[in-house]
């Protein structure tokens, strides 16, 4: 990765916006480009776009809705930023937080009438942090399918190209900063050369990196990594050369309910509806209804780096919406049982333990953990548990900016043409990872995305 002076030659090929990264934040910024009569270019590393939109469940965060309206959530973007810097400990940039929700609902709305995605809210079930149903997803709820239908609908926008297999792997800038254009290898080793108006970094951000990992983010160095191996911090190696301001590269998403060692993804549904998590000694350990991201560190703190995820059938028929609760289910990694004592020896916990445990929940109200339990949400037979540990999903520290994701100067000011969107941007997450809340990720993808190809 390497910064560099326009080459001689100039290019042979000229777009108005070029764009490095085919994710959710990506095609998002290429559709909005192209809707202003912009001719854009997609270039993707992979052979097939998917990137970390595609390992998530492809929810996003969203305020004031018809949706939400139609399931009867009153909500507004006010009471959305209010969430954000709660949770964010006051950390996130406000203009930012500010920007992406206002335009988190139009949108939400926009995908779903323009490009005909058929986004509903998750109204059975609370996120931690968040004080109303605000997530909206698509009906397999699986990131996957969120990835898919961005890709169908840039095939059909008019203006927009997209190469694969396509490694960007310089940036071409004028003096002052200005990026004249980008080179990136052929699946053959060769290399092109393309010329831009403004550059679109959508390249999310170092999860993938180990070196950076370490140095940046060093309490989950040695957790399971759940995101996609291209993210190698590429915009933050660029921004670097270019004088780029950086901001809070200690943040990160984690997981702690990631079955293991399947490695699939157990929706946290099962403990905002009353499950509890429990360490090999049949323990509870933490106040599990914080959140999933400051999960990831609690349970690589119990011994073997692992837990057990304890619910029930009711929390399981809500959980079964989410296609990745389904495959572990497939996969036989969720164990049921009638008793305490039988989910126990299923799970190779120790059963007077369990059963002490999960008896003491029957009349709990709060714990010592400072968790307040709902007495309408007890555990009841049939149990089911599953083995989890916790899991990197990806940074969200990155290059600052502004609220259209233009991208700041260290020295102060604004580089003139380049912007940053969803990992490769600073997050609005604070530092460190308890500030993540629940969505956080796409909605600076998405969000960003629509904000920044709409950018002048």
Same mark, same amino acid.
């Given at each position: 990765?390497?910064?560099?002076?326009?080459?001689?030659?100039?290019?042979?090929?000229?777009?108005?916006?070029?764009?490095?990264?085919?994710?959710?934040?990506? %095609?998002?910024?290429?559709? &909005?480009?192209? =809707?202003?009569?912009?001719?854009? *270019?997609?270039? $993707?590393? @992979?052979?097939?776009? #998917?990137?970390?939109?595609?390992?998530?469940?492809?929810?996003?965060?969203?305020?004031?809705?018809?949706?939400?309206?139609?399931?009867?959530?009153?909500?507004?973007?006010?009471?959305?930023?209010?969430?954000?810097?709660?949770?964010?400990?006051?950390?996130?940039?406000?203009?930012?937080?500010?920007?992406?929700?206002?335009?988190?609902?139009?949108?939400?709305?926009?995908?779903?009438?323009?490009?005909?995605?058929?986004?509903?809210?998750?109204?059975?079930?609370?996120?931690?942090?968040?004080?109303?149903?605000?997530?909206?997803?698509?009906?397999?709820?699986?990131?996957?399918?969120?990835?898919?239908?961005?890709?169908?609908?840039?095939?059909? %926008?008019?203006?927009?190209? &997209?190469?694969? =297999?396509?490694?960007?792997?310089? *940036?071409?800038? $004028?003096? @002052?900063?200005?990026? #004249?254009?980008?080179?990136?290898?052929?699946?053959?080793?060769?290399?092109?050369?393309?010329?831009?108006?403004?550059?679109?970094?959508?390249?999310?951000?170092?999860?993938?990196?180990?070196?950076?990992?370490?140095?940046?983010?060093?309490?989950?160095?040695?957790?399971?990594?759940?995101?996609?191996?291209?993210?190698?911090?590429?915009?933050?190696?660029?921004?670097?050369?270019?004088?780029?301001?950086?901001?809070?590269?200690?943040?990160?998403?984690?997981?702690?309910?990631?079955?293991?060692?399947?490695?699939?993804?157990?929706?946290?549904?099962?403990?905002?509806?009353?499950?509890?998590?429990?360490?090999?000694?049949?323990?509870?350990?933490?106040?599990?209804?914080?959140?999933?991201?400051?999960?990831?560190?609690?349970?690589?703190?119990?011994?073997?780096?692992?837990?057990?995820?304890?619910?029930?059938?009711?929390?399981?028929?809500?959980?079964?919406?989410?296609?990745?609760?389904?495959?572990?289910?497939?996969?036989?990694?969720?164990?049921?049982?009638?008793?305490?004592?039988?989910?126990?020896?299923?799970?190779?916990?120790?059963?007077?333990?369990?059963?002490?445990?999960?008896?003491?929940?029957?009349?709990?109200?709060?714990?010592?953990?400072?968790?307040?339990?709902?007495?309408?949400?007890?555990?009841?037979?049939?149990?089911?548990?599953?083995?989890?540990?916790?899991?990197?999903?990806?940074?969200?520290?990155?290059?600052?900016?502004?609220?259209?994701?233009?991208?700041?100067?260290?020295?102060?000011?604004?580089?003139?043409?380049?912007?940053?969107?969803?990992?490769?941007?600073?997050?609005?997450?604070?530092?460190?990872?308890?500030?993540?809340?629940?969505?956080?990720?796409?909605?600076?993808?998405?969000?960003?995305?629509?904000?920044?190809?709409?950018?002048?």
């Amino acid at each position: 990765m390497s910064v560099a002076p326009p080459p001689a030659g100039g290019f042979a090929l000229q777009f108005d916006t070029v764009i490095v990264g085919g994710g959710a934040g990506g %095609m998002v910024a290429a559709l &909005t480009s192209a =809707e202003q009569g912009r001719s854009c *270019l997609i270039l $993707e590393r @992979d052979a097939v776009q #998917a990137g970390s939109t595609a390992l998530s469940a492809g929810l996003i965060p969203a305020a004031g809705t018809r949706m939400q309206a139609n399931a009867g959530i009153k909500d507004s973007p006010s009471a959305f930023a209010v969430d954000i810097q709660t949770k964010a400990r006051g950390e996130a940039d406000g203009a930012v937080v500010k920007a992406l929700c206002a335009q988190s609902g139009p949108t939400i709305e926009w995908l779903a009438e323009t490009h005909d995605m058929p986004f509903s809210v998750v109204a059975d079930f609370d996120y931690p942090g968040h004080s109303t149903r605000r997530m909206h997803g698509l009906p397999s709820r699986a990131g996957q399918e969120l990835v898919d239908r961005l890709r169908e609908a840039c095939t059909r %926008m008019e203006g927009i190209e &997209t190469l694969t =297999e396509a490694k960007v792997t310089t *940036l071409y800038a $004028e003096e @002052d900063g200005e990026i #004249a254009g980008v080179a990136y290898t052929r699946p053959d080793g060769g290399l092109d050369r393309v010329g831009c108006g403004r550059l679109i970094l959508a390249c999310n951000g170092f999860g993938g990196n180990a070196e950076m990992v370490a140095m940046q983010t060093p309490e989950i160095r040695d957790a399971l990594y759940f995101g996609h191996d291209g993210n190698q911090g590429d915009a933050l190696v660029w921004g670097a050369g270019l004088g780029a301001a950086t901001r809070h590269l200690d943040a990160y998403q984690g997981h702690g309910n990631v079955a293991h060692p399947h490695g699939i993804l157990v929706t946290w549904a099962v403990m905002a509806e009353g499950g509890v998590q429990v360490n090999r000694e049949g323990k509870r350990f933490w106040n599990e209804s914080l959140g999933y991201s400051e999960a990831a560190r609690e349970v690589l703190r119990q011994p073997g780096g692992e837990a057990y995820a304890i619910f029930d059938s009711r929390i399981a028929s809500i959980a079964r919406q989410f296609e990745d609760f389904r495959a572990a289910e497939t996969a036989g990694a969720i164990v049921t049982a009638d008793t305490p004592e039988a989910l126990a020896a299923r799970l190779g916990l120790p059963g007077p333990t369990l059963v002490q445990t999960m008896l003491g929940l029957e009349s709990l109200k709060a714990c010592s953990f400072g968790r307040i339990f709902d007495p309408t949400k007890r555990l009841r037979p049939p149990y089911h548990g599953v083995r989890v540990t916790g899991a990197l999903f990806h940074t969200q520290g990155g290059l600052d900016i502004t609220p259209e994701g233009q991208v700041k100067r260290a020295a102060g000011g604004v580089l003139p043409n380049l912007y940053a969107v969803g990992g490769a941007a600073c997050g609005v997450s604070g530092s460190g990872d308890a500030g993540y809340l629940s969505g956080n990720g796409l909605l600076s993808a998405v969000v960003l995305g629509r904000l920044a190809g709409a950018a002048p």
